[in-house]
């Protein structure tokens, strides 16, 4: 493959510093170390450095955390969006978005080509990929792990030794994760086995829920159109709003999943997540909507919930098809305005209340005492007219 600059997703970690390295022995042309913030817990000088000490051309790190909140979490949240009953989607909703960003940074750069670390058993480098061929199919794509022959912690560390690329003398992290300003994801090790529970000292997000406060924390969150626009009152942007949700909720032990997923490639994977903030936003959604969205409505959104989340799963953001779903869903959220008061408590999520200007539920209709707006009576013919076809199939069974 003829390539004249290549810019890879750099995360500082052994894989990408051994890719960026070979890379360039590889291709023989300048690699750029891009990286992505989307609001993981990192030391950025220190993997500037050290991607310009392994031999990057340039070391680009983008700030993508507000458009990432902004962009991508909250109109999937609109959706409700949720994969396989239980999964709110954190890692496969950055990879689109890092994707993005390396695009334009190819274009910005006069790159050619886009490499990313991801493995040839995963889902990352689907979700990558499409990402690349949905914006600029034009982009040659390398992913070393389908190709070369470094196929073992072993003998990265040998290659990184020989190209003195540091390695870390700590132990290594006994599992894989994956953070973002959503969620914190852990894979391997002990989790292989489905049997182990994850050690307590794994978590980082949320506190033990038997270490939770004894007391519940009561929470208020307004929407507008399905969007969190404030916090007890106090309007916030979208990121510092997020950030303020996973504060509370993770000091309440709320959030936390241990799941066997299906992934897009055919194998089924343990992931245990923390996603505290966003537990609390889709438990709140979910309980407004119940107030000021029509019954048929819900349901014709609620069947394309499960093809939505798992388009975002697969990697298919940008796709006509989830854009075409996007618009659906975002009309169903014009009437869902209002608040809801949130009961937190060791690991429990609740609402405990709820108002909005476009409620649907209506008092008088619905009480048990005396009222002058429903004539009982009328439920018989109803009952009878629903029950006429089965009357019909008893009658032909006799």
């Known amino acids: 493959m003829d390539v004249k600059k290549i810019v890879l997703a750099y995360s500082g970690g052994l894989d990408t510093s051994v890719i960026l390295k070979w890379l360039e022995e590889e291709y023989e042309c300048p ?12 030391d950025w000088d220190a993997i500037r450095k050290k991607g310009m000490a ?15 909140v902004e962009d991508y979490i909250f109109p999937a949240f609109r959706c409700n969006a949720i994969y396989e009953g239980s999964y709110l989607l954190g890692t496969s909703l950055a990879r689109p978005i890092i994707g993005k960003e390396q695009v334009r940074i190819a274009h910005a750069e006069g790159a050619d080509a886009v490499s990313h670390g991801a493995t040839g058993k995963g889902n990352d480098q689907v979700r990558f990929e499409l990402s690349y061929l949905g914006i600029d199919p034009s982009l040659k794509i390398i992913a070393p792990w389908r190709i070369w022959d470094l196929n073992s912690r072993a003998k990265l560390e040998e290659f990184a030794k020989k190209h003195n ?23 391997g090790g002990l989790l292989e086995d489905p049997w182990n529970e994850p050690d307590e000292d794994m978590y980082k997000l949320t506190v033990s829920p038997e270490n939770a406060p004894d007391k519940p924390t009561y929470v208020e969150i307004d929407f507008e159109k399905g969007n969190p626009v404030a916090i007890n009152g106090e309007r916030m942007d979208p990121l510092p709003l997020l950030t303020a949700l996973n504060k509370v909720a993770g000091a309440n032990g709320v959030g936390r999943l241990d799941l066997l997923e299906n992934r897009f490639v055919g194998m089924k994977s343990r992931g245990v997540y923390e996603t505290p903030g966003g537990t609390l936003l889709r438990n709140a959604h979910r309980d407004l909507e119940t107030m000021c969205m029509d019954r048929e409505v819900m349901r014709i959104r609620d069947s394309l919930v499960p093809r939505y989340a798992e388009l975002v799963y697969n990697g298919f953001w940008f796709s006509p098809e989830r854009e075409l779903l996007q618009v659906t869903m975002d009309e169903s959220q014009k009437t869902v305005n209002g608040t809801v008061r949130m009961k937190l408590y060791k690991g429990n999520c609740v609402s405990v209340g709820k108002k909005s200007d476009y409620s649907l539920y209506q008092e008088s209709f619905a009480t048990f005492e005396e009222d002058t707006v429903y004539n009982q009576a009328d439920a018989g013919g109803f009952i009878r007219l629903n029950g006429l076809r089965l009357q019909i199939i008893a009658m032909q069974k006799k």
């Open 31 to 42: 690699v750029i170390a891009y990286a992505a913030d989307v609001g993981q817990t990192e």
């Open 165 to 187: 690329i540091p390695v870390p003398t700590t132990k290594k992290n006994p599992y894989s994760s994956d953070e973002n300003i959503l969620h914190i994801s852990f894979e």
């Open 54 to 68: 392994t031999g990057a051309e340039k070391v680009i790190i983008s700030d993508l955390r507000q458009e990432f």
